[in-house]
């Protein structure tokens, strides 16, 4: 049994653990109440001042990541909905009808409804244009704050009465701290049950595909206007919060700095993520203190001078390098991030004790026939040109699409992958011709190319390198000509293409958009190209997908036809068995990630996987 294997059965006996069920979900509330006591118990005035700060952005985070999140729309907005919140708290707040909490609610209906007017947009835009309507809101916000403060005299800002609850005043300090704690839990509680039903349920229906949700009844103009103005009310009881915690109003406070502040917390946190969001809203504004005070520390010398110089220019450029930091090395966030570092932690133990279960699987059953032609490797006088040892392909969701699998292609060769959807052979083909960085793929085991590993190169260094795939879907630039992408892929080897039968169909579309040909005309531009490429390795995923059996015998062979007058080396990826079993000279099947049977085309039909394989071609 593989390391992987026992690492997920470990995991999942893990998970199964009725303990564990029952004290995971309490974890992070029981984390909180402790830190809260803490700092009421011992934290200093400055400590429980910054606390509060980091709970109000907290709940603002929370308001921007349901929109963003969860239901997949994007707002620039969160800055004018909190100072929307901030005024109205200033203005009733003096009132003698307006005592705590009543202008919190009314701050709560005032951002509902500019979130409906804002969501009406939502049903039209998408994308940056949804964004520059949010922006739009900002500059309207702060330039109504701004005459409001003019015409009112309080040009420095305005003041609310302070907060008392039932006759209590509410200090700074500690009480201001355990008041932000129970109204964060209070709203976390809330998302968390409204996440967990029909609205949250909506909105990732939407956030996924629109069209789609709208396919199977869902209202999306109901859901999306739910979803801006349920964002708009928490994010403006935020700025409710925020004008009585600093007992000011002021438009320069709510700059475009500031709402692109909360757009860095949910992205370092982690989108779609109630503790991302918090834990966002910590990092980013504990960050610069942290900052500051390591700077207080340094010893006295040039390096120090110019840190305490220009303190205040560094802790701007602060939200920047955690945000490329993150999009580079972290994408994910950091509470997802760490959570995966969690199951794996947990897997690991867990499958150090895991027995191998006793279980016979394909693999095994034939490869006790250790004497059966069907499980000798493919035998050539050609030496192997690729080598695959023991390879594996996790995704960044932890999905585990390739687990230890090992397959030979000799020099002008065609070998075959079959297997049904999912059984992991498109990732083969990709880890083979490289993964891009931005799709953090682990590849684990050894790609050996004359020798060489090449095991996490790039597609394009790949390529150089000879290796050529041509992909089942997006294999042409739909808006440029056929003769333009012969001359992209080789400006001076077009011509020879004409001595190819093969490609002779495309010599009468080259002025035509390729986004206009059939399907096998597509395949035969995508190989046409590919070719050009003069590669040692052409893979081909998927050769006959979607194409009238004509053509598909035509492919198959031309296939043929490159391999023999050219000497060409094949690794064919289908789910068409007739078709691979016609023109591969060895085969291999997968199943669940692995390579369960192997051998020449006959051997492999003898073992029955040819009806099972095909039945999705």
Known sequence: ??????????????????????????????????????LVAVGSDFALFVTGTV?????????????????????????????????????????PWGPFPIPLLIAALAG?????????????????????????????????????????????????DAPSIFGFQIQYGKSWVILLAVLLGVVVLVLRNVFRHQPGRMWMAIRESELAAAAIGVNATRWKIAAFVTSSAIVAIAGSLFAYYTQSVSSET????????FIVMIIIGGVGSIAGAIAGATIVTMAPYALTTITDHLPSSPLSGWLHSNIFYLNNGLYG??????????????????????????????????PPPAVASATAAVEGDADEPEVRHLQSAARTLLRVENLGVTYRTGARAVDGIELEVPEG???????????GKTSTLRAISGFFGSERVRVDGRILVDGRDVAGFSPVRAAKMGLVLVPERDKVFSGLRVSEHLRIADRERGESLRE?????????????????????????????????LRPRLLMIDELSLGLAPVMIRRLVAGVRELRDKHGMTFLLVEQNAAAALEVADWVYVMEAGRVVVQGTPAEVARHNLLTPVSAHA
């Not at 994007?74 to 003096?94: D, F, H, P």
Request: no cysteine; glycine share 10%.
């Open 112 to 160: 509902g409804l500019v979130g409906l007017v804002v969501g009406l947009p939502a049903l039209r835009l998408r994308g940056i244009y949804l964004a520059l309507a949010t922006l739009a809101l900002h500059f309207i916000v702060q330039f109504g704050a701004d005459r409001y403060q003019q015409k009112s005299g309080q040009i420095s800002g305005i003041t609310p």
């Open 500 to 532: 190819e039968p093969l490609f002779a169909p495309l010599w009468t579309r080259l002025d035509s958009p390729a986004g206009l040909l059939s399907g096998g005309e597509r395949q035969l531009l995508s190989l046409s190209t590919a070719w050009l």
């Open 321 to 354: 390098l955690l945000v490329l930091f993150f999009l580079l090395y972290q994408p994910e966030g950091v509470v997802p991030g760490l959570r995966r570092l969690g199951r794996w932690a947990v897997a690991r133990v867990a499958a150090a004790a895991a």
């Open 55 to 95: 709970i109000i952005y907290a709940i603002s985070a929370l308001g921007l990541d349901l929109l963003m999140g969860r239901a997949g729309q994007v707002s620039i907005g969160n800055a004018a909905l909190m100072a929307v919140g901030a005024y109205v708290t200033a203005i009733v707040s003096t009132k």
């Open 254 to 261: 709510f700059n475009l700095d500031f709402a692109i502040t």
């Open 413 to 423: 060769a065609i070998v075959a992958l079959l297997g049904r959807n999912g059984a």
């Open 1 to 38: 049994m593989t390391a992987s294997a026992r690492a997920v059965l470990g995991l999942e006996r893990a998970r199964s653990l009725p303990a564990l069920r029952r004290v995971r979900p309490y974890t992070g509330w029981l984390l909180g109440i402790l830190l809260v006591a803490f």
